[in-house]
């Protein structure tokens, strides 16, 4: 069903729901249902592949649960109309992805979809038209549309530490937990400055935080006594960072980086010689 549903989706083709065989069960295509161990999870059956039910929910995400994980509910009429059957392929991955990424970590629930420290909404990752990509790692971390839907959900889950615990899992989570902190207490005082410099130098610096894009130089040791287990993995990494992320950086970016990794450097060298060296 989710293949041929992915093919229909494709092709710009409407795919039509096969109906369950079972006479009298309620637990059909239409029926409006809650998750039993979970009453935030509420929406509509759209789908009854077999032994699973399809729920598109008051989110927009899309879940897959056991018929004996479900209750009988009643939406309200708004409630309804956002349970909305994703439209393209695109939109469907989304969902799914919406749907399956929940885990928790540091006493807190973060699913694919989260709340930043400033307010907005962010997701974990992104669905383009071809890929789905990682929004919070800055090392060009994406799948493939044409892999199989349970094995890229299964690749994401493993990406942000769902399932596992390898190296890449733990740097997603450490840079979602920067996003997702809660912004310092400090005193401002009446020129509007936190901690020295203007809330939008500060503003910045969260944001360069969050992507993972700060460079952060050791030079005292409270500040190694402070710094973030994330940060402190940042500083003595050995992995180069990608073409994209050294093409962005400055001249003077690129001269520290290559001081850290002990790559030495010529009085005439340009940004594509510093490139080249720290690549070589």
């Avoid at 999870?41 to 899309?62: F, H, M, N």
């Avoid at 992995?239 to 962005?248: F, M």
């Amino acid at each position: 069903d989710f293949i041929d549903k992915l093919k229909a989706h494709a092709a710009g083709e409407t795919y039509v729901n096969k109906p369950y065989p079972v006479t009298g069960d309620w637990c059909i295509v239409g029926a409006q249902v809650a998750q039993i161990d979970d009453s935030t999870v509420r929406g509509v059956i759209i789908d009854c592949p077999k032994g699973w039910r399809e729920v598109t929910t008051t989110t927009g995400a899309v879940v897959m649960l056991n018929p004996r994980q479900l209750t009988e509910a009643t939406l309200t009429e708004e409630e309804a109309a956002l349970c909305v059957r994703p439209a393209s392929q695109k939109d469907y991955v989304q969902a799914r992805i919406d749907g399956i990424i929940r885990f928790s970590r540091g006493g807190r629930e973060f699913k694919n979809r989260f709340t930043c420290a400033d307010g907005t909404e962010r997701r974990q990752f992104v669905v383009t038209a071809t890929h789905v990509r990682c929004a919070l790692c800055p090392d060009g971390w994406s799948w493939s549309l044409e892999t199989d839907i349970l094995v890229l959900l299964g690749n994401l889950k493993n990406h942000c530490g769902q399932t596992s615990r390898i190296t890449a899992a733990r740097l997603h989570r450490e840079r979602l937990a920067s996003a997702a902190a809660a912004p310092p207490v400090a005193t401002t005082d009446e020129a509007g400055t936190v901690l020295g410099i203007s809330h939008a130098q500060a503003r910045q610096l969260a944001t360069a935080a969050a992507a993972g894009c700060l460079i952060v130089r050791d030079t005292s040791q409270a500040l190694s006594a402070v710094e973030s287990p994330f940060w402190r993995a940042m500083r003595t990494t050995q992995r180069l960072p990608s073409d994209a992320a050294l093409e962005a950086m400055t001249g003077t970016q690129l001269r520290k980086l290559m001081a850290r990794r002990g790559v030495g450097r010529g009085p005439q060298d340009r940004k594509a010689d510093f490139i080249d060296k720290l690549k070589a």
